[in-house]
């Protein structure tokens, strides 16, 4: 499913997708199975705001699977322009959901603390016993060539289906 086959709003050329978190589970287990590369952007308004304003930006959340509204600011517009199927999906509820939902998954986790990502591996094993995180590659620093050869490398390797990466969007 490529993005264009979602419903969405545009906001000043950025588009946002019309979707409930059902929908969000069904194209994302849809895109496993069916083994597409694709990546999801979670945005909050000053995410938007930039894209707006910095093309490359906006030419990444609009070739985006699905770009989902991680700031009720967000959610309310298109509630107000007509969306009816659109919910607020932050980063960290659609990641929990996820890994409850999605057995079998391999998952793999890029970047932030250390501390924070066993937190995340601790709090997985939790929410479902069946989930495998099958690699992960902090910390926040500076990458140079070698550093991302090596976390590809890593990735290629532990062969995810879905790969958290956290950064900002700015």
């Known amino acids: 499913m490529r993005y264009g086959d979602v419903a969405y709003v545009n906001f000043s050329g950025v588009k946002i997708s019309n979707v409930c978190y059902q929908n969000v589970r ?55 322009v007509g969306c009816k199927e659109i919910e607020r999906i932050s980063g960290a509820s659609l990641m929990k959901r996820l ?24 709090e997985a094993g939790k929410l479902n016993s069946k989930i495998e995180i099958s690699g992960y590659s902090p910390p926040f620093k500076e990458f140079d060539d070698d550093d991302n050869r090596q976390i590809i490398d890593n990735i290629r390797k532990a062969a995810p289906d879905i790969i958290w990466v956290c950064f900002g969007g700015q």
């Open 26 to 80: 069904n194209i994302v287990t849809r895109a496993v199975n069916e083994k597409q590369r694709e990546y999801i952007c979670l945005n909050d308004v000053a995410n938007v705001i930039t894209a707006t304003k910095n093309e490359e930006m906006r030419a990444a959340i609009n070739a985006s699977l699905l770009s989902l509204a991680d700031g009720t600011p967000l959610a309310w517009y298109a509630r107000i």
């Open 99 to 122: 890994l409850v939902d999605m057995d079998g998954c391999k998952h793999y986790l890029l970047g932030d603390t250390e501390n924070t990502i066993n937190r995340v591996i601790s």
